[in-house]
């Protein structure tokens, strides 16, 4: 990887004035909303909006729960969900802004991913299958009784995989099978480890491969 696209990814677009692009993020008074030099490092890989940048590089957390987002960035910061960046990010900041973070990014409306590469039929349907009906060989349950679709996500804490990146969630799925407690770090991390055990590599492809086919709204 070479320094321009190590810099590109680390760093982003967003500047607002400080040495180097980085933001001391110190913990000071609060005012009321979000702190604009907080939302300018988050912005520099998830944007402005919560959609990512430069394709799959970044999870999209636009409309995701404001639960959802609030437990993973304290679970970063805790160190119990695993990111040489993002536990860094987070660790930097006091709740108030990683509650003002989960209530701005909740927000933003989920968009179809630009650019997105085309999905193979034939795993899209595999996964809907797993998805809606589950694996009784491998004691894998129907994922859309807790991610959907057709209704709403039954709890908050769990997130919303319909539109997400394919590659991201087979790597996550991959991470839940391979890394204890390395994911998650909510209070139902210990659920989706149990579950991903039981998956081949085939099941999490084709399971990634079916949520990044639906519209983000499902």
């Avoid at 321009?4 to 400080?18: C, H, I, K, P, S």
């Avoid at 520099?44 to 970044?58: K, L, Q, S, V, Y």
């Avoid at 099978?177 to 909510?186: A, L, N, P, Q």
Wanted: aromatic share 6%.
């Amino acid at each position: 990887m070479s320094d321009e696209t190590y810099r590109r990814l680390a760093m982003g677009q967003e500047n607002d004035g400080a040495v180097g692009g980085l933001t001391a993020l110190a913990h000071r008074a609060q005012g009321r909303g979000l702190r604009e030099d907080v939302l300018a490092d988050c912005a520099r890989c998830h944007g402005r909006d919560g959609m990512g940048r430069d394709g799959d590089a970044f999870p999209v957390i636009a409309g995701q729960s404001e639960d959802y987002i609030y437990d993973t960035l304290a679970a970063y910061a805790l160190n119990k969900r695993y990111s040489g960046v993002m536990e860094t990010a987070a660790a930097r900041l006091p709740y108030s802004d990683i509650a003002a973070l989960a209530e701005h990014y909740a927000a933003q409306p989920r968009k179809p991913v630009e650019g997105a590469k085309p999905l193979d039929p034939a795993l899209v349907a595999r996964g809907e299958k797993i998805a809606r009906e589950g694996l009784r060989d491998t004691g894998t349950p129907a994922c859309s009784s807790c991610h959907g679709p057709g209704r709403e996500t039954p709890n908050p804490a769990y997130p919303k995989l319909a539109g997400q990146h394919a590659s991201y969630l087979e790597t996550q799925l991959t991470l839940w099978e391979k890394e204890h407690d390395s994911r998650g770090g909510g209070p139902f991390s210990g659920i989706m480890r149990k579950i991903a055990f039981g998956m081949t590599e085939a099941d999490i492809k084709a399971v990634a491969a079916y949520y990044a086919s639906l519209p983000p709204g499902e």
